[in-house]
């Protein structure tokens, strides 16, 4: 009874390890709009001002296509994102007045599991 117990919870806690995903956030300005590229793969096919991409842990080549609402040009913003297990990158671009917009990290947030997240958020790709 005892082994049988001691076996529960060692599987309860390596479920639980591989349920831990990875992800990464963009957004943009509401009057702006952008297209995604990650390892060179076109994720985001209408341009958006918001995208979430599930991920599992690795270096990510992020090539971001996006129109800048100061003077109406298209800008390509290049980025090697390095992404760890468990959390969700969130990044935004920065648009400043006579600069080049630039993709900035805002925060980590943690993703506790997958079974609580909203796969029809997500574009799911493989890892390079």
């Not at 990464?24 to 060179?40: C, D, H, L, P, R």
Request: with cysteine.
């Amino acid at each position: 009874m005892k082994r049988l117990v001691i076996v529960m919870v060692l599987v309860a806690c390596v479920q639980s390890a591989f349920a831990y995903i990875s992800g990464i956030a963009i957004q943009t300005e509401k009057n702006s709009s952008f297209q995604v590229y990650i390892n060179g793969q076109l994720r985001t096919s209408q341009p958006k001002s918001f995208v979430r991409i599930k991920s599992s842990p690795g270096l990510y080549h992020v090539m971001v296509k996006v129109l800048n609402p100061n003077d109406k040009e298209w800008y390509v913003l290049r980025k090697d994102v390095r992404v760890t297990k468990g959390y969700e990158f969130y990044y935004k671009v920065d648009f400043s007045k006579g600069k080049r917009p630039v993709l900035q990290l805002v925060r980590r947030y943690p993703v506790y599991s997958h079974y609580f997240l909203n796969p029809g958020l997500y574009n799911k790709h493989p890892v390079s």
